[in-house]
């Protein structure tokens, strides 16, 4: 008789009952098995980059579904956070936990809107205060187009229908070899202000402000290029430029974003001592070909982490980001983690 069922396991005629020596044996080989696979996923979650080293997102309830978040403390101490489309939105905060929506930044759209956006509805809002003013930098496209504008409002308050435009800081056309979205105001300790942004095509790229229209600066008009993906068919956006103990820091988004769990941003660094660059990652790699330390990425119910700002707060710095709820069928959601800088490097927690 085969000794083998149609399926190729043992059949029972075939069995033999296991020695002590052969219990004892599988004992000590399974204890073994599980020991090494605990030591290596202490290990794995001990390395930076790896997706079980991420904490979770802190706390955060109200009405939370965002994208590309820019959050500020008012004068008052409460949080305003400005997300993109339909204004931009803002949300408002008293303990950075709980947020609430507050209404659209601009009530009525400009109409030079409509040159970029059919729908005059901006992304990827850049809020900040500078100078005893609320400066909301903004971008207007189409999805895929780089027939884009970035432009610029001030308040005194910071709050949603207080906002005065001034119009556009940058343009491009379809003949364009970067795109004008994506903008993130940085200013330096030298008071210099600096913008980047970018989207695909060649990357990302900056230009210097004059601080008192928060417009190109007309003594210097260059465009420098900071980082890019290679072949350009690869995706970067969304840049955030701090400084941090002697070092530069450019964040950006990687990869492809708003495809709810078939997402795959991820948020990655380069610094340098300089703020126009060139911008490294850990490995020395140029972000201007490819480099880029992983800070955050798909990790657990967290799919896609992209869109980030980042804010010193009392207690420390907070990465502030939207990310796709796995466990809530994909839905965009507002992320905050604290940051701290190890060995020179962000890490968040």
């Known amino acids: 008789m085969n000794s083998r069922t149609p399926h190729g396991t043992p059949s029972r005629t075939s069995v033999r009952k296991p020695s002590r020596t052969h219990v004892r044996r599988a004992h000590v080989r399974r204890v073994l098995t599980a020991l090494t696979a605990a030591l290596l996923g202490t290990l794995v979650a001990l390395v930076p980059g790896s997706a079980s080293a991420y904490p979770g997102p802190g706390l955060v309830t109200g009405d939370i579904s965002v994208h590309d978040p820019s959050m500020v403390r008012l004068d008052d101490g409460r949080y305003i956070l400005y997300s993109t489309h339909n204004g931009p939105q803002a949300r408002i905060s008293t303990d950075r936990t709980r947020f609430t929506h507050a209404g659209a930044a601009f009530p009525n759209p400009p109409s030079w809107w409509g040159r970029y956006s059919p729908e005059r509805s901006p992304w990827a809002p850049d809020v900040s205060k500078q100078g005893g003013r609320y400066w909301l930098y903004y971008s207007l496209s189409t999805f895929g187009s780089n027939h884009s504008a970035i432009g610029v409002a001030t308040s005194p308050?910071?709050?949603?229908?207080?906002?005065?435009?001034?119009?556009?800081?940058?343009?491009?056309?379809?003949?364009?070899?970067?795109?004008?979205?994506?903008?993130?105001?940085?200013?330096?300790?030298?008071?210099?202000?600096?913008?980047?942004?970018?989207?695909?095509?060649?990357?990302?790229?900056?230009?210097?402000?004059?601080?008192?229209?928060?417009?190109?600066?007309?003594?210097?008009?260059?465009?420098?290029?900071?980082?890019?993906?290679?072949?350009?068919?690869?995706?970067?956006?969304?840049?955030?430029?701090?400084?941090?103990?002697?070092?530069?820091?450019?964040?950006?988004?990687?990869?492809?974003?708003?495809?709810?769990?078939d997402s795959t941003y991820s948020i990655r660094v380069g610094r340098s001592t300089s703020p126009t660059g060139p911008f490294r990652d850990r490995n020395g790699v140029d972000m201007r070909n490819n480099g880029g330390t992983v800070v955050l990425e798909t990790h657990g119910q967290v799919v896609g982490p992209g869109g980030q700002s980042v804010m010193s707060d009392v207690d420390g710095d907070l990465l502030v980001y939207h990310y796709y709820d796995r466990a809530d069928n994909g839905s965009p959601t507002l992320g905050i983690n604290l940051m701290r800088w190890d060995g020179g490097w962000p890490v968040v927690h």
């Not at 001034?166 to 979205?181: K, L, Y």
């Not at 840049?239 to 820091?249: A, D, F, I, M, N």
């Open 157 to 261: 308050s910071g709050l949603p229908g207080t906002w005065t435009d001034h119009g556009p800081v940058h343009t491009t056309t379809t003949g364009s070899d970067h795109n004008a979205i994506d903008p993130n105001l940085f200013v330096d300790d030298d008071g210099k202000w600096w913008m980047t942004f970018g989207s695909w095509w060649t990357g990302i790229k900056m230009i210097r402000l004059d601080p008192s229209t928060g417009k190109q600066h007309p003594g210097d008009r260059t465009l420098y290029s900071v980082a890019a993906r290679n072949p350009t068919s690869n995706g970067i956006e969304g840049p955030t430029l701090v400084k941090r103990g002697g070092y530069y820091y450019l964040f950006a988004s990687f990869d492809k974003c708003c495809a709810g769990t």
